[in-house]
């Protein structure tokens, strides 16, 4: 990705957020130079990549295949005695028609919630022994209520619904195009991207990025570059 398309995607983000009255954290808006200046006292910001992510997945089309997050707050699955919350919570925001790829967590279970905007679509498999897609019915929670489907289902939230899925349930996503925009937010236990995703195409989480322009919100890969305790 270019930087001038993550920084373009954090803006337009950030604009939307207002639209739908949810406020952000100081950190949101933090400067390179902030970044740069950090003490040690906020050292969680950091160690529990709290703050920005945005990737297309490289697959080179983010309006198409990718995902807008913010961490709002985090454990460590690796230092749970220094970070010992067991939960995290981040708005992942999905653009009109985007889509997810097909991945699951090793241990994390999480909701995932439709806080406002379009309709969601998520399609369910469970992993087998291979971690390809199982034949098997999926069963997941949807508000409180435990359903059965058949894999490669589609499920729909509509604003104010959410779903459970636990550890090695894959599961793919789009808004459905024409709904508008999606504020999705997932509150999980605490979630290591480095460890714990694994995506069936074997799609690269973080992509590579070309600095055509200077950096306006750092991401969570920017962090080991700028941050010096």
Known sequence: ????????????????????????????????????????????????????????????DYNKCGLGIFTFRNGSQSDPETYSKVYCEKLLFVLDGQMLPYHFHYSKMEDIINRGGGTLEITLYNSDEKEDFAKTDVT???????????????????????????????????????TGDIAVFEVSKANDDNLDNHFYDKTPWVPHVEEDEPIQYLVFDDYKKYVQF
């Not at 894999?151 to 894959?170: C, D, F, H, W």
């Open 140 to 178: 997941v929670t949807l508000d409180g209520k435990q359903i059965t489907v058949k894999a490669g289902s589609k499920i729909t939230l509509e604003p104010g619904q959410s779903v459970t899925l636990l550890p090695r349930q894959y599961h793919s996503w789009k808004g459905i195009a024409g």
């Open 1 to 60: 990705m270019k930087r001038s398309e993550i920084n373009h995607s954090i803006a337009y983000i950030i604009q939307k957020v207002r639209d739908f009255k949810i406020p952000l954290p100081p950190f949101a808006f933090y400067s390179s130079e902030n970044w740069k200046n950090l003490t040690k006292d906020e050292r969680e910001l950091v160690d529990t990549m709290l703050g920005w992510g945005i990737t297309d997945f490289g697959k080179g």
